[in-house]
């Protein structure tokens, strides 16, 4: 990787064919399909990459079952088929989840239109095989899953859908544009924009590392803000028609052996909406609410009655379980950034995105999903190249070939042995078979250069000397500049291991303030700033 002084110094030396303004996965997709096609491009996020809701999803590269309800066919056959896609670009990192989804007397849509609606699902997204949707009986369904509430029950189903990790998935295909040519810088915050002759022609940016200002020049500039679209619109004094209309979604996580589900569910709540309780390693996490908001953009936080909502639609399906808000471990809380229909509530919005172009030249995405993003990131790039580039012989769209870092495994079976092989030698390092699925899983094979690393700077115990390995390939690989970028979003811990998180959190600190020299007031600062995202997952409990 190039260093972030030089790539700052590009930014402000060079010219580009496009400028993208958000690190989400949004950004993400149009920097990598825009690189790819032969244009030079540079994207700036104010905080770390998918800090904002790409890092807050229900994680899950979905065909969304519940749009087919709301009759949205070309959105579930585009996200749908995208599914495999995806998957395809890192096996590793989207990995394929059985979805059981139990059928009661009196909710949701029947055990026939279910079925039917399934099979829609499928062939709408070109679902083959043994992916195919299978309809349970009463029995099975129970048998699949013992801890569902038996009564009512009519049947069930299980269908295919995709887990990811969103912030990884995001984080590797900013890698991906940056190994493109694709200029691309975190921590630096678009603050206005510059214009010639009416038209936008450059922005204005801060570096909140340093607080310099400095002017990116660019002849197309894309909003891909997320919930902030509408701020940046308003910068460019281009915020009328439609706008945003926001929701919050949150999501808790337990110990795993206080919902020890054996597989993802998808079940009914008595107020007509579902959720997801979906298992990952140590934990089982569940979501997600939807309602709207108009507080702060930058401090999205699960509150006591997010999390009592959870709570009750657990205990009302899994009558066993009694979970309390004593078993919460962590959660974490994300906007959706929606387009607003009139007399439209927060879970019937659409989930469709859409461009919007200022008279100035602004062109804006909202709207859409983290499974969407690949095809939102070639109808973005399509415009831009029909607004400036026609002229100029660019390829077309070649995304869905572009393995992503990681990511080179032939298939799901070449995963799980690259698994086992890991496994075996950090067991001969006395390092235990959950490090190898869980190193693979985040970093697929790039695992091995992080065993490398731990192998040549061996000093303390097997467990710190790996986290510092996984630490410094962030650093050094994935432009983690604070340690809360390690812990939440390059690592996960902040989410799923808590406890780690604060057990280690002071190491974690200790280990960016070596590495870049950190005086001791600052790594104080940044230790503060730790352990108050640790409290604040948990904030409501008190
Ligand atoms: P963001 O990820 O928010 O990125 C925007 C970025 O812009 C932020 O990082 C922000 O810091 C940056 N930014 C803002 N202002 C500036 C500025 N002035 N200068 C520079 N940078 C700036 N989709 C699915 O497909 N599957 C799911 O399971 C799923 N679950 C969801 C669950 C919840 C609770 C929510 C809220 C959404 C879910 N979605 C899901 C939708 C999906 O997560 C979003 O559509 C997607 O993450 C939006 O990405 P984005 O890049 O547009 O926005």
Partial sequence: MVTRGETIRSLESESFDLLIIGGGITG????????????????????DFAYGTSSRSTKLIHGGLRYLKQLEFALVKEVGSERAIVHQLAPHLVVPEKMLLPLYERRGLGYWLTSIGLKIYDWLAGVKGDDQRRMLTKTQTLKFEPLLKSDDIKGGAIYAEYRTDDARLTIEIIKLAVAKGACIANYLELKNFDYASGRICGVQAIDRETQNMITIRSTAIVNATGPWVDELRTINQSRHGKTLHLTK?????????????????????????????????????????????????????TTQEDASYLIMAVNEMFPSVHLT?????????????????TGKSASELSRKDELFESETGLISIAGGKLTGYRKMAERVVDRVIQLHFESRTLKSCHTHTLVLPGGNFTNRKAVQEMEASLAARMGTVGLRGNDATNLIHLYGSQAWQIMTYFENHRSGSPEQDLLEAEMMFAIEYEMARFPLDFIIRRSGLLYFNHPKA??????IVAFFAKRFQWTPEFQRIQESKVNMALEEVLLFKL
Avoid: C
Wanted: negative net charge.
């Fill in 249 to 301: 979604g949150v999501h808790i996580v337990v110990p795993y052996h206080r919902l020890a589900v054996r597989q993802a569910i998808y079940f009914d709540v008595p107020d007509g909406r579902m959720i997801f309780a979906i298992p990952r390693g140590r934990v089982t996490y569940i979501g997600t609410t939807d309602t709207d908001y108009d507080s702060n953009l930058d401090k999205v936080v």
């Fill in 28 to 47: 993400a997709g149009i920097a990598l399909d825009a690189a790819s096609r032969g244009l030079k491009v540079a994207l700036i996020e104010k905080e």
């Fill in 325 to 341: 808000m004593a078993d919460i471990e962590s959660t974490w809380a994300g906007l959706r950034p929606l387009i607003h229909e």
């Fill in 502 to 507: 604060v057990r280690e959190a002071n190491r």
